[in-house]
């Protein structure tokens, strides 16, 4: 289904109505935003597209209240703003729409809606049944049928994210900032959300459309501008739009981080997943094997089902259906103790959800073995072996080089590198065969990332087989045997090492064959 674009305003409006000139936005060891510039014209869509971790979400953040900035200007209507919030941006004009849709779930969608403007309208006395009619009619204009005395808990992301920019219509918000608007929607309602950002640009209403998803932002935008590392590196007005253009800006960078890949005899299947799904829709009849000795890639943008995939396996998710095989023995993982048992260990994509912030470095590593290192069996009431807990947590602060190399310091004093280095110590002293690794170096700085990545090769040449679930290309590419794709909870591509490119694999992530 095609969407109809008209022609911007922005060609003929001498002045924008948000400017952002020159932001940056650090975290500890990751700069996200590096002194990105862009505009926005009245009744004009712009896309802003880029990889996973390009800091396109942070800039709309930043912009909107979300978060702080750390230094920049940000000019709406040509006044220097300093949004401190979301809803002080909205009293301004200016509405975010997060990826993660939130509604108040025992609110009716109508009070979702106008939530916040109690004692400030013609509202002040709650008369319920005008609110219920002009939420009505702003859910109509939109053209969605809905009761909006429904729960907001009770409804899907499409219709929360309508809710949303009825919401913004009530406050007459000038700017829609859009994070991710399509990447929990199906088909049928991607076409229906983009067809209500034509029409509110008609009336005279912009929008800042953040995306991976080039050629849906290609069918709405005026304007689309390219983030890489963190930077804006690319603008094309609608006249320019290429979509090979669109994807060399994202992706033509020099490769600047160090990858140790080593050639490694790769040995027996020790993992296949056969026709995998999820009981959410998420996870569509995955199927693929990893080796000893391998390093199996799996690349997808946000919204493609990679964590949910492994989290099924695992059994952290409810499997709809699948088989899962180990050493060619089909198991039943019902639960991740399961997983465990069978040798197949996860570092979550959330790496801090592995830890114990409150334990020492030694606890958190000995945790998943603590029934190994008692002394004596007495159930749980039995004491651990405190030499061996110590030794243990030793062995790998040193071969991890975790700082400070003190086992007794407790994880949530040290840097965020070092406490990936603990999660991972308390992974390998599980002596799984099978290590899945959900964005084992985001976050972390360059050096970290390059002493975790010569891991996985010493992993991969003592035979242990690794998933290797990533967002940044160059790690998948630089680090993996096999690289599969993953597009809407499906596998849809797969390379080798030597024919893998970043092009290719990026067109496989977004594009759909046909």
Not at 110 to 118: K, P, Q
Not at 224 to 236: N, P, S
Not at 376 to 402: D, M, Q, T, W, Y
Not at 449 to 473: F, H, N, Q, T, Y
Request: net charge positive; aromatic share 6%; proline share 3%.
């Amino acid at each position: 289904m095609g969407v109809a674009v008209s022609k911007a305003v922005a060609e003929s409006t001498s002045h924008p109505i948000l400017v952002v000139e020159n932001l940056w936005k650090r975290y500890p060891g990751v700069v996200a935003v590096k002194g990105a510039s862009i505009k926005v014209f009245e009744s004009e869509i712009v896309g802003l597209v880029g990889e996973n971790g390009a800091g396109k979400s942070t800039l709309l953040k930043c912009v909107t209240g979300v978060i702080r900035r750390d230094s920049g200007r940000v000019l709406w209507m040509g006044r220097v703003v300093d949004f401190h919030s979301p809803s002080e941006a909205l009293k301004h004009g200016v509405m975010y729409v997060p990826q993660d849709i939130v509604l108040a779930k025992n609110l009716s969608i109508s009070d979702n809606i106008f939530l916040g403007m109690e004692g400030k309208s013609m509202l002040a006395t709650r008369e319920a049944y005008r609110e219920l009619s002009i939420a009505k009619q702003l859910l109509s204009e939109l053209g969605v049928d809905v009761d909006p005395q429904i729960r907001g808990g009770e409804v899907g992301a499409a219709i929360a994210q309508i809710a949303l920019i009825a919401r913004a219509l009530h406050f007459r918000a000038r700017l829609i900032a859009l994070d991710e608007p399509t990447s929990a929607l199906g088909p049928v309602e991607v076409d229906r959300l983009l067809d209500i950002m034509v029409k509110l640009r008609s009336r005279g209403i912009s929008m800042i459309f953040v995306s991976h998803k080039i050629e849906e932002v290609m069918r709405v935008a005026d304007r689309i501008y390219v983030m890489r590392d963190g930077e804006i590196v690319a603008e094309f007005d609608r006249s320019r739009f290429s979509l090979n253009d669109i994807v060399k800006a994202m992706i033509a960078r020099e490769i600047r981080e160090f990858f140790p890949k080593e050639k490694v005899p790769i040995g027996e299947k020790v993992l296949e997943v056969k026709d995998l799904s999820d009981y959410y829709g998420l996870v569509k009849s995955v199927s693929f094997y990893v080796r000893r000795g391998e390093i199996l890639g799996i690349y997808g943008i946000v919204g493609s089902g990679r964590t949910e995939m492994a989290l099924t396996l695992i059994g952290y998710r409810r499997r709809r259906k699948g088989e899962v095989y180990v050493n060619g023995a089909l198991v039943n993982i019902m639960r991740p103790s399961d997983a465990f048992r069978y040798g197949i260990a996860y570092l979550p994509e959330d790496w801090r959800l592995a830890l114990v912030y409150l334990l020492s470095i030694k606890d958190n590593i000995a945790l998943p073995i603590a029934q190994t290192l008692k002394t004596v069996n007495l159930g749980l009431a039995s004491p651990i072996n405190l030499k061996s807990e110590r030794e243990l947590a030793s062995k790998f602060i040193e071969s991890l080089r975790i700082v400070p190399r003190d086992p007794y310091r407790r994880t949530m004093q040290l840097s965020g590198g070092n406490r990936q280095k603990v999660a991972l110590a308390k992974l390998l002293a599980t002596k799984a065969s099978v290590l899945i690794l959900d964005e084992p170096t985001h976050g972390i700085d360059v050096g970290t990332k390059v002493e975790i990545r010569r891991l996985m090769v010493d992993l991969a040449k003592e035979g242990k087989a690794i998933v290797l679930i990533s967002s940044e290309l160059p790690e998948v590419i630089n680090m993996s045997d096999r690289i599969l794709v993953m597009r809407e909870g499906k596998v849809v591509a797969e390379f080798t090492r030597e024919h893998a490119t970043e092009e290719d694999i990026v067109k496989a992530a977004i594009l759909k064959k046909g």
